[in-house]
Structures are given as structure tokens and as C-alpha cells.
């Protein structure tokens, strides 16, 4: 357990629905992270949240929309998918921003897009 | 561009000693992170370097040559257990982690 939990573990979706993933950190920190992982591809940078401010938007099609209510608790809306958004996305948190700061993941949502 | 470089697959005999080299090239240079993924699951913190030399940390060390771009993660008296992908990140200028697509290892008893 990283202190990190992530909501669904896997969800299958069509193409005209909209879901939401949920992560919360139980850890006390002030980032939190979107990443999306596929097969044998690095880790992508989605979105960056700093103390509820969203600090980095790395090109992100508009069909993911993030939400971090609080420090603690960061969503991903899904809307219009396609099948190549099929991955692994995974939520992290760090104490702060910068040098040093390890990163905290969650296990995963499994998203398979129909 | 910016990269890391990482074998994609390495195979090991349990009880032997492994070294999982990454190479980067990035525009600047604030540490770099080796991470452990065990498959299904969330990567997990291993190591941070920032300065050169190596870091030992019970079973696993790591080294760095920021003159070279350069990081191993050397793995000793493996176990069955350690079967999993070794991800290479590298903090740019920018502070930006720049990941490596990661090695899979596996471990033959």
C-alpha cells in the first residue's frame, strides 16, 4: 500500500460514454499527477495539480478533463473516448513540486475503450 | 529531443547479480529516479541520485555519471520476487520527470 488508492480498478467503456476516475491520497501531499501508461511505452505526463492549481497540461486532448477538488482527491472525467485511449492510468502524489520529491502511485485504473 | 534510453527485457538466474543500465539526454538535469513495477501494480520508489557515485540500499544500488548521462541500477543475490519492470526517470531542467519505456526482468531459478 503506497497511501495512494485509485477507483475503478478496470472499467470498460463505449466510445459515447462518460466515466469519471477517482484517486485520493492519504499521505498529506501538495501535487498530485495523471499518468497514462501503455505496453512498453514510457509513462505520459497528463496533467499536474499543485496545491488545487492545475500547473501542467501536457497537450492533453479535451475528451480528459481533470478536477482536484482538494489537496487530497484528484478525478479524470472521460468523455468521447477512442480505443487508443485504452491504458493504464495511474495517479500520483508528492510532497511538493521539484527536486527530490519522489513520486507516491496508486495501483492503477485499467481502462479498456470499446 | 528529450530521452531514456533502457534494455527492454533482461533475463537473470536467481541468487546472480544484475546491472540495468539508462542512458539520457535531457536539457538540464535535476536527479534521477529508479522505480520497480511488479506487473498489475504501482510502480514504487527504489532510488534517487542527483549527485555522481553510487547509492547502496541493502540488495540494491544505484549509480550515477551525470558527465556521461548515465545510471545503472545493479540488483544483487536476486530473488524470484524481483521479477518486474525497472523504470529510469530523469528530473529535467524544467523539473519535468522524463521517463524510460522501463526494463522487464526476468529471473530464472
Known amino acids: 500500500e503506497t497511501g495512494v488508492t485509485q477507483t475503478p480498478r478496470h472499467l470498460v467503456m463505449g466510445m459515447t460514454n462518460k466515466k469519471s476516475l477517482k484517486c485520493e491520497q492519504h499521505l498529506g501531499h501538495n501535487a498530485m499527477y495523471w499518468y497514462k501508461q501503455s505496453a512498453k511505452k514510457p509513462l505520459e505526463l497528463m496533467f499536474v495539480?499543485?496545491?488545487?492549481?492545475?500547473?501542467e497540461n501536457n497537450s492533453v486532448p479535451s475528451r480528459f478533463s481533470p478536477e482536484c477538488p482538494n489537496s487530497s482527491h484528484l478525478f479524470l472525467h472521460l468523455h468521447t473516448l477512442q480505443p487508443e485511449d485504452s491504458a493504464l492510468y495511474l495517479c500520483a502524489s508528492s510532497q511538493e513540486l521539484g527536486e527530490g520529491n519522489e513520486q507516491f502511485f496508486g495501483p492503477g485504473t485499467r481502462l479498456t475503450v470499446l | 529531443g528529450q530521452n531514456i534510453d533502457q534494455p527492454t527485457e533482461m533475463t537473470a538466474t536467481e541468487g546472480a547479480i544484475v546491472q540495468i543500465n539508462c542512458t539520457y539526454q535531457t536539457s538540464g538535469f535535476n536527479g534521477l529516479f529508479w522505480y520497480q513495477q511488479h506487473a498489475g501494480e504501482a510502480p514504487t520508489f527504489l532510488s534517487y541520485?542527483?549527485l555522481d557515485g553510487l547509492e547502496e540500499k541493502g540488495r540494491f544500488s544505484s549509480f550515477l555519471s551525470r558527465s556521461k548521462g548515465y545510471s545503472y541500477l545493479l540488483l544483487k543475490e536476486l530473488q524470484m520476487k524481483d521479477s518486474a519492470s525497472y523504470l529510469c526517470?530523469?528530473?529535467?531542467?524544467?523539473?519535468?520527470?522524463?521517463w524510460g519505456a522501463g526494463t522487464k526482468l526476468i529471473i530464472k531459478p
Open positions: 526517470a530523469v528530473r529535467d531542467g524544467n523539473y519535468q520527470l522524463i
Open positions: 541520485n542527483v
Open positions: 495539480y499543485n496545491f488545487k492549481e492545475q500547473t
